[in-house]
């Protein structure tokens, strides 16, 4: 792939992905070729913001993992989060963001 075309790639998922494999998704950019770039611009990503908050807001009620797609921890976190005296819901605000992160690196590679 061209240089330009992996540099506008990951401006647009810098913040996106995890900061330790953008060097990895980098690499593999160079290696597959120029048709792959409208595929993987038109990946739908989670933005982690917005997980974020919605795990900060709504978090009790398992919003943030059902964005994600963690469906079954959505509904687990629905019926049991209230067990764990409200501890379950604020660890899941810092797990829920690198998830959303680690989502996003998935889909882009599954792309390539």
Known sequence: ??????????NVVRDKIPAEKAMMLKNRLRE???EKADAIMCTALHNP?????FSIFLGGLGVDRFM???IGLGVGKLLLGWLT?????IIDIFISYK???EKNF???MLQL
């Open 1 to 10: 792939m061209k240089e330009e075309n992996i540099n506008q790639i990951m």
């Open 32 to 34: 597959v070729s120029d």
């Open 49 to 53: 913001t917005h997980i974020l908050l």
């Open 68 to 70: 994600i797609g963690d």
């Open 85 to 89: 005296c409200g501890l379950w819901p």
């Open 99 to 101: 998830k959303a992160k």
């Open 106 to 108: 998935n889909n882009l």
